[in-house]
């Protein structure tokens, strides 16, 4: 790579910053934004998607910097995935916690299963004449529970297989994921106004308001506004993020390399694993070495946040602003289909088991659920933050890490789904996520029984 290209990526990472900031600006000027919660890299990638060369062609965007913006994603998302590990602490200190953590997190992986088998069976639907990609209907979980980084996965996943339609299932990938955050924030209110009124909010007489700060999407009063993280290293020697950064790239190394070793020596199914799974292996040996050695207390999860953080905005932003819609739009049927379906049978099987398998606080443990169900963690947080204004409740605490752990363990399922797809058929697909399915749900069902 010569210092002329990087300086044309770093001129059009200058461009995707600048639309950033726009969506930035606008979600704090226009209501109807801030009531659908829309993070600021969705609404500057829509911008830039309209006004680039793939829409309306008002700005003069070379077609290299398209190019580069698709690939993005795929490259980003590698240290945000790996990093997942890094830091991990369950924080159970008891059985009674471990009862209630384990119903919660048993839930989360079956919806996001059953996500999968909605998708499949739209996939087998319409696949009837062959004309649709393997690995359509997939982009319902990968959008709806991933959300829109998540889609940058995908989109790494069937690249480094050099599968032609990439860039078309990570743009429906996208525009599930647009959809579900759209609709979790609009349907999680209609179900906690209903709760309310039935009486099932532990705490919550009537619906609060979310607080102004989380609407713009800054908080005006300097007092308030939270650190970034703990500073674990001196700047003497070491900046702290910087640190965290330094073990992140480490992994993502080692992670590039074991796939190398892999395609080299042609090792069976090994070579074929997408180089981010064998970031999170190489993760859980690092982190699991430096809580050996005592030195636990160098990670802080929020420092790490703030590496991740950044590459999610510009993968999302990236990916948006690549967006092929013509490709998109031909599937706009079955993807309308897919998403209607998928707030349906998410939000009635998060009512019916979190109403009879969760013991306590089951609404607001649903609609955390939901949010990320079809949105990301954080819309799970601003449902939550609706009827628990205060985070009194231990909800906020059993979401948390119910959602870390099913993170590590869908993130590590991943290849496999790819691999069954593509060498046996979305019929077997469907047949391993109907089973995983069915034993989430049946094992949360035996959890509260053992809790009673």
């Known amino acids: 790579m010569t210092s002329a ?39 500057g990638g829509f911008i830039l998607l309209i006004l680039g ?134 349907i999680g209110m209609v179900v906690i106004n209903w709760g309310a009124r039935k009486g099932y909010t532990e705490i919550l007489e009537k619906p609060s308001d979310i607080p102004e700060n989380m609407a713009l999407g800054y908080e005006k009063n300097v007092d308030l506004q939270q650190s970034l993280g703990r500073e674990t290293t001196k700047p003497s020697s070491v900046d702290t993020i910087s640190f965290h950064a330094a073990i992140i790239f480490l992994g993502c190394f080692f992670a590039y390399m074991l796939l190398g070793l892999a395609k080299k020596y042609e090792v069976p199914a090994f070579k074929s694993i997408s180089v981010w799974a064998y970031g999170i292996i190489v993760m859980f040996v690092i982190w699991g070495i430096i809580n050996k050695l005592n030195l636990g207390f160098l ?20 990916a948006i602003a690549s967006l092929p819609v013509k490709a998109v739009l031909d599937y706009i049927v079955p993807i309308l289909i897919l998403c209607i379906l998928g707030y349906i049978f998410t939000t009635f099987y998060l009512l019916i088991m979190c ?18 169900s079809t949105g ?45 797809i593509l060498t046996k058929g979305t019929m077997y697909a469907l047949i391993l996520t109907s089973g995983i399915t069915i034993i989430s749900t049946i094992g949360a069902i035996i959890v509260r029984k053992l809790i009673k």
């Open 376 to 420: 990301v963690f954080l819309t799970g947080l601003l449902l939550l933050r609706v009827c628990d204004p205060e985070y009194k409740s231990p909800v906020i605490g059993n979401y948390s890490i119910s959602f870390s752990i099913m993170s590590a363990v869908t993130f590590a399922i991943m290849p496999l789904i790819l691999n069954i």
């Open 5 to 43: 290209m990087l300086g044309e990526l770093l001129k059009s990472l200058g461009v995707l910053g600048f639309f950033l900031l726009m969506g930035f600006a606008l979600r704090a000027k226009l209501k109807f934004l801030q009531k659908t919660f829309m993070p600021a890299s969705v609404i």
């Open 53 to 186: 060369p793939i829409g309306l062609k008002v700005l003069p965007i070379p077609e290299d910097w398209i190019t580069t913006w698709s690939l993005l994603p795929g490259i980003l998302i590698v240290p945000v995935v790996t990093a997942t590990p890094l830091g991990l602490k369950l924080g159970v200190k008891s059985k009674k916690e471990l009862f209630n953590i384990l119903p919660l997190l048993l839930i989360m992986l079956g919806v996001y299963y059953l996500q999968h088998i909605v998708g499949f069976v739209v996939n087998l639907i319409f696949n009837s004449g062959g004309n649709m990609y393997p690995t359509f209907g997939w982009e319902l979980p990968i959008g709806y529970s991933g959300g829109h980084g998540t889609a940058g996965i995908l989109g790494n996943m069937l690249q480094e297989m050099n599968l032609p339609y990439w860039e078309t299932a990570q743009g429906v990938a996208i525009t599930t994921a647009t959809f579900g955050i759209v609709g979790g924030i609009l």
């Open 299 to 318: 990670i802080d999860s929020n420092a790490k946040g703030k590496i991740t953080g950044p590459f999610t905005e510009f993968a999302v932003i990236a």
């Open 355 to 372: 109403k009879k398998y969760l013991s306590e606080y089951w609404l607001e443990h649903m609609v955390a659920t939901f949010g990320m």
